[in-house]
C-alpha cells in the first residue's frame, strides 16, 4: 500500500528566505507526483505536476523535484512571501490506471513578514 | 463550469440524520473523486467515478456511505445516520481521465460537515 509522508509537519520562517519542503513515498512505482497548496478553509490548488519520466519541475519561485528511486520529492520556494503561508500537500498516482491521488498529511507554512 | 462546485459549501445536521453533499465537476471532466479531510488527518481516498460507474467502492468507510453520479456530471455523495466521527471536510476533485497522463486534478472548495 502506498504511503506519503511530509516532513516538516510545519515550519515558519521570515520573509524572503529560501525553503524546502521534504516528501517521501514508500512504493517507487508511481505516475506522477502533484504537489498542492491548500488555503484555510479552501479547497486544493495545483501547484506542480512532474511526470514520472521527469526529474523537476518550476513555476516561478516554485521548484519541485523528483527521485523516483529513493521514493523522494523536494518542494523548494525561493525568496518567500507572506502569502506562501498555507498548507502545502504532496500526492503521487501509483502505478496503476484506476489509483487516486495518495495524499501525505502536508506541511504547515507560515511566512512571517 | 469554470470550476468545480460543491454544495453545501457548509452543513451542520443532527446525530442520525441523513445528509447528501452535491458535487458539480468540470464540464467534460469524465473522472470524479471524493476525499475527506478530518480535523488534522491527510486527505482520505473515498471513492471516484469514471464515467458514471464506480470502480472502486473499497474507500467508503461503512454501508452508510454511498455516492451516486448521474448523466456522467453531477455526483452525491450520501451519509445515512451519520455520527460525530463523520464530522470532516469532504472534498471532490475532477480531471479529464483516470489515465496515468498529463491529467490535473481540479479541487473544488469542500463542504464542511459538523455534526452534532
Known amino acids: 500500500k502506498q504511503e506519503v509522508t511530509q516532513i516538516p509537519a510545519a515550519l515558519s520562517v521570515p520573509e524572503g528566505e529560501n525553503l524546502v519542503l521534504n516528501c517521501s513515498f514508500t512504493?517507487?512505482?508511481?505516475?506522477?507526483l502533484q504537489w498542492f497548496r491548500q488555503d484555510p478553509g479552501k479547497g486544493l490548488t495545483s501547484l506542480l505536476l512532474?511526470?514520472?519520466?521527469?526529474r523537476e519541475q518550476t513555476s516561478g519561485r516554485l521548484n519541485a523535484s523528483l527521485d523516483k528511486s529513493s521514493g523522494r520529492s523536494t518542494l523548494y520556494i525561493a525568496a518567500s512571501q507572506p502569502g506562501d503561508s498555507a498548507t502545502y500537500l504532496c500526492?503521487?498516482?501509483?502505478?496503476?490506471?484506476?489509483?487516486?491521488?495518495?495524499f501525505g498529511k502536508g506541511t504547515r507554512l507560515s511566512v512571517i513578514a | 463550469g469554470a470550476g468545480v462546485s460543491q454544495s453545501p459549501s457548509n452543513k451542520v445536521t443532527e446525530k442520525g440524520k441523513d445528509v447528501e453533499l452535491r458535487c458539480d465537476p468540470i464540464?467534460?471532466?469524465?473522472?470524479l473523486y471524493w476525499y475527506r479531510q478530518s480535523l488534522g488527518q491527510g486527505l482520505e481516498f473515498l471513492i471516484y467515478?469514471?464515467?458514471?460507474?464506480?470502480?472502486?467502492k473499497s474507500g467508503l468507510p461503512s454501508d452508510r456511505f454511498s455516492a451516486e453520479r448521474t448523466g456522467g456530471s453531477v455526483s452525491t455523495l450520501t451519509i445515512q445516520r451519520t455520527q460525530q466521527e463523520d464530522s470532516a471536510v469532504y472534498l471532490c476533485?475532477?480531471?479529464?481521465?483516470?489515465?496515468?497522463?498529463?491529467?490535473?486534478?481540479?479541487f473544488g472548495s469542500g463542504t464542511r460537515l459538523t455534526v452534532v
Open positions: 476533485a475532477s480531471s479529464l481521465g483516470t489515465g496515468p497522463t498529463n491529467y490535473g486534478y481540479t
Open positions: 512504493d517507487s512505482a508511481i505516475y506522477n
Open positions: 512532474i511526470q514520472s519520466s521527469q
Open positions: 500526492a503521487v498516482t501509483s502505478y496503476s490506471g484506476n489509483t487516486p491521488l495518495v
Open positions: 464540464s467534460g471532466h469524465t473522472a
Open positions: 467515478f469514471q464515467g458514471n460507474s464506480a470502480p472502486d
